[in-house]
């Protein structure tokens, strides 16, 4: 993805800017953006209807003013709830976004990581074909917890940068020998750091989060946390983040 390449490191914040917005709203997407974020992860379900919206869990309850499982509501039902503004707190003005609303708020101005959450078939025809729709191949990754899927998915659109997650140097070999992407989702349980670099100078884009802990101790000790996080994983190049102002912060003095 060429966009990625224009700087050195890049910040996704995670369900958008959350601690600004409600989280996988238009108004946290609108956050991210105004920080300067360079990738949005919103996660994706659909509802009993088929319409696709944004929305981490299964159930209604903690994020909204509904009850129950999303995909046993339309969308036309989905449309009267109302975000919550914290997991289980106020209830906001924000409504229930769609993908597509998502995809048009972000086009030309930030990529977006989806997050795919539905279990049922067919929804992610749909979800690449609502991409392709709008012309965004080159403005989405789309995070795959089982890189043994990402044939299936590169033969519907060979355009769309598949963003798989490598739980051990194994897969991530397997995963370069595939040929399919250059963007890989690891954990800081890798520490090979001679490979890992060597990998990143061939062009490869390598995400590690730094949610939980990390942002905890950043958010009370300060952003020199995320200076020693970057020397820890010199191969990193996004990192995925709750606290994407800290961040920002940290990047303009580097």
């Known amino acids: 993805m060429a966009k990625l390449g224009k700087q050195d ?33 919103l996660d994706v379900r659909a509802t009993k209807d088929g319409v696709l919206v944004l929305m981490h869990d299964q159930k209604l309850d ?55 959450k539905e ?58 020998s595939l040929a399919m992407t250059k963007v890989v989702h690891l954990d800081d349980s890798f520490t090979d750091l001679k490979v890992l670099n060597s990998w990143k100078e061939q062009g490869y884009f390598f995400w590690i989060n730094s949610l939980g802990e990390a942002d905890d101790k950043a958010a009370k000790k300060g952003i020199s946390i995320y200076t020693d996080f970057l020397k820890r994983f010199p191969f990193v190049r996004i990192v995925q983040t709750d606290a994407p102002e800290l961040w920002g912060d940290l990047l303009k003095g580097l």
């Open 9 to 41: 490191i890049h910040v996704a914040a995670h369900r958008a800017a959350h601690n600004h917005a409600p989280e996988n709203s238009i108004a946290a997407v609108d956050a991210a953006i105004e920080l300067g974020v360079s990738v949005v992860e």
């Open 119 to 176: 279990d049922r078939d067919g929804f992610m025809e749909k979800t690449y074909a609502l991409i392709h729709q709008e012309g965004m191949e080159d403005e989405v990754l789309f995070f795959l917890y089982e890189y043994q899927k990402m044939a299936d998915l590169h033969a519907l659109n060979p355009r769309i940068t598949l963003f798989p997650r490598a739980r051990s140097m194994d897969d991530l070999r397997e995963i370069v």
């Open 62 to 116: 903690r994020t909204t003013n509904g009850k129950g499982k999303i995909s046993e509501y339309t969308y036309a039902e989905i449309q009267q709830l109302y975000l919550r503004e914290t997991a289980n707190g106020k209830i906001s003005q924000q409504r229930i976004p769609t993908f597509q609303e998502a995809l048009k708020r972000c086009k030309g101005k930030v990529i977006i990581d989806i997050d795919y």
